[in-house]
């Protein structure tokens, strides 16, 4: 069973704000993802890590940033939220390297909206 | 440039029939792997199954099985005498193996809602 959380589950905060999206996992995953999940169902990775101090942009542009300074840790923020941020953002981790277990396991997810 | 196309967007059935989900997928790669999920309401997703491009073996867990077929570049998901419990959104997804590099991300399909009626 996955051990990948994120906080918070819910987030409303009006335009501006600065927000920081938790998300981390026990299971020592090299690998960690960010994926964005609009109103319409359809995911898009917008952030991954390979590892501590690696972080590279995903398929879809977004105005976030995200760090890894642990590997249990990969946390995602936005310096000024605004409306069309709105979305369902997923955090999701796997083993490295390829191959076999390359599943990758998913948090529950933060619903945010901005107002 | 990989895609995932799950051409159903709703599909809606009475609980204990069977029905198939559909998944068609592009890669360019020879080494590639297949992968569904399901989110219930709740909003998490929840892995179900991962294939690999050279294993065409299909695979049968309780009431869930799946085809997958190199030929038509399908991995289709059929659900036997389903459920309510069985609604929520699947989702198909790929991910290219080669030799690393890239993202290695997931690219998912629009994913498709499935209602089971009692």
């Known amino acids: ?115 | 440039a990989q895609k995932v196309t799950q051409a159903q967007t709703e599909i809606s059935v009475v609980e204990k029939e069977d029905v198939t989900l559909d998944c068609v997928y592009e890669t360019r790669d020879t080494t590639y792997y297949l992968f569904w999920y399901k989110q219930p309401p709740s909003g998490e997703l929840v892995f179900l199954i991962r294939r690999n491009s050279f294993d065409e073996q299909n695979e049968i867990s309780g009431r869930y099985s799946w085809n997958f077929q190199k030929s038509t570049s399908s991995f289709n998901f059929t659900i036997t005498a389903s459920q309510v419990v069985d609604s929520a959104v699947y989702f198909c997804a790929l991910s290219e193996g080669g030799s690393g590099g890239g993202a290695d991300g997931l690219t998912f399909g629009k994913g498709t809602h499935l209602i089971i009626q009692p």
């Open chain 1, 1 to 115: 069973e996955a051990d990948i959380y994120q906080t918070p589950r819910y987030l409303v905060i009006g335009t501006g704000k600065k927000i920081t999206l938790e998300c981390s996992q026990t299971m020592g995953h090299d690998k960690m993802y960010w994926y964005q999940q609009d109103p319409g169902m359809e995911l898009h990775l917008i952030h991954y890590s390979y590892g501590v101090n690696s972080t590279e942009k995903g398929d879809l542009s977004s105005e976030s940033t995200v760090s890894r300074i642990r590997t249990e840790h990969f946390p995602l923020t936005l310096e000024s939220a605004r409306p069309s941020h709105t979305s369902q953002y997923l955090c999701a981790s796997r083993e490295g390297g390829t191959g076999i277990n390359n599943e990758q396991f998913f948090g529950p997810g933060t619903r945010l909206t901005v107002l």
